[in-house]
């Protein structure tokens, strides 16, 4: 078996991800992978992807109180190069129960889907007895 990619795990079939344990770049290409692949809903890729990017952020010119959209391709271009991890699967589970603690029932299903596809593609290589690559993320593996 050869195994490619941030964070391969050996072991594992298919494609699958670390959503506890990535980057936002890594994120942003893990969404955009399985939509192509036709494995989740356009809804979900496009939340996790503005997560990832920040594009559910608003930059505002301090100046003037208006949205700045140079400043939010520059912030959003910054956290897609960024090398911190985040949790992922954390982070929707935290908007999901805010999402239903502010009866927010359509942001609720978004997440609700995003959560649930993400649980399918997600392995830590826990089942494996490989060590998983420091900087975690993507994992492929192919027979």
Do not use: H, W
Not at 33 to 50: A, D, H, P, V, Y
Not at 80 to 107: G, H
């Amino acid at each position: 078996m050869a195994i490619s990619g941030l964070g391969s795990v050996a072991g594992v079939s298919g494609t699958q991800y670390d959503f506890t344990n990535m980057t936002n770049s890594q994120a942003d290409a893990a969404a955009q992978t399985l939509f192509c692949e036709g494995k989740i809903s356009g809804q979900s890729e496009n939340r996790l992807c503005m997560l990832a990017s920040g594009a559910n952020m608003l930059a505002i010119n301090p100046t003037t109180g208006a949205s700045d959209p140079t400043a939010q391709a520059s912030m959003e271009a910054a956290r897609l190069s960024s090398t911190t991890t985040s949790n992922y699967i954390d982070t929707i589970k935290t908007a999901l129960a805010s999402d239903n603690y502010f009866n927010a029932t359509k942001e609720a299903a978004i997440d609700s889907n995003l959560l649930a596809d993400m649980e399918t593609y997600q392995s830590t290589g826990t089942s494996s007895t490989a060590t998983q690559s420091r900087t975690g993320g993507i994992i492929s593996t192919t027979a």
